[in-house]
């Protein structure tokens, strides 16, 4: 598996928007995360460029407009996904260890996700890889 998208409610009001993210009411697991994070990227910067071999990431943008590109490293099969705070609804994206994978930002200004884990990182496990190229 690639990755699996995990979809939300998107409520919107004249001042914003709120879509929740982690809450014990939802069935899809695991939800118990012990470690997330948020990552800024400035305009026309990228951020990872790389895989684990045993972290699982779920991933959510909080700002601006961001293209997710991942590849298997086993399979080479590979996929892009168009993340906005724009957009209709509001995506989860699960990443399972040996998916390469680059955020890219293409908004002219900041773009920001959050990140889950269960587990902080933990030393060797981030191997850097050509995602695109």
Same mark, same amino acid.
């Given at each position: 598996?690639l990755?699996k998208?995990?979809?939300?409610?998107?409520?919107?009001?004249?001042?914003?928007?709120? @879509?929740? /993210? =982690?809450?014990? &009411?939802?069935?899809?697991?695991?939800? %118990?995360?012990? *470690? @997330?994070? /948020? =990552?800024?990227? &400035?305009?026309?910067?990228?951020?990872? %460029?790389?895989? *684990?071999?045993?972290?699982?990431e779920?991933?959510?943008?909080?700002s601006?407009?961001?293209d997710l590109?991942?590849?298997?490293?086993?399979t080479?099969?590979?996929?892009?996904?168009?993340?906005?705070?724009?957009?209709?609804?509001?995506?989860?994206?699960?990443?399972?260890p040996?998916?390469a994978?680059i955020?890219v930002?293409?908004?002219?200004?900041?773009?920001?996700?959050?990140?889950f884990?269960?587990?902080?990182?933990?030393?060797?496990?981030?191997?850097?890889?050509e995602?695109?190229?």
């Amino acid at each position: 598996m690639l990755f699996k998208e995990i979809h939300r409610e998107k409520l919107q009001r004249e001042d914003g928007w709120l @879509s929740e /993210l =982690v809450s014990m &009411k939802y069935s899809d697991l695991p939800f %118990n995360c012990l *470690h @997330s994070y /948020l =990552v800024c990227i &400035k305009k026309g910067k990228t951020r990872a %460029n790389h895989y *684990h071999l045993e972290k699982e990431e779920w991933m959510a943008i909080t700002s601006g407009k961001i293209d997710l590109s991942l590849k298997d490293i086993k399979t080479k099969e590979g996929a892009t996904i168009h993340l906005d705070t724009k957009s209709k609804d509001y995506k989860i994206i699960y990443i399972p260890p040996l998916v390469a994978h680059i955020l890219v930002n293409v908004e002219d200004g900041e773009s920001s996700a959050v990140v889950f884990s269960k587990a902080p990182e933990k030393a060797g496990d981030t191997t850097p890889y050509e995602v695109r190229g």
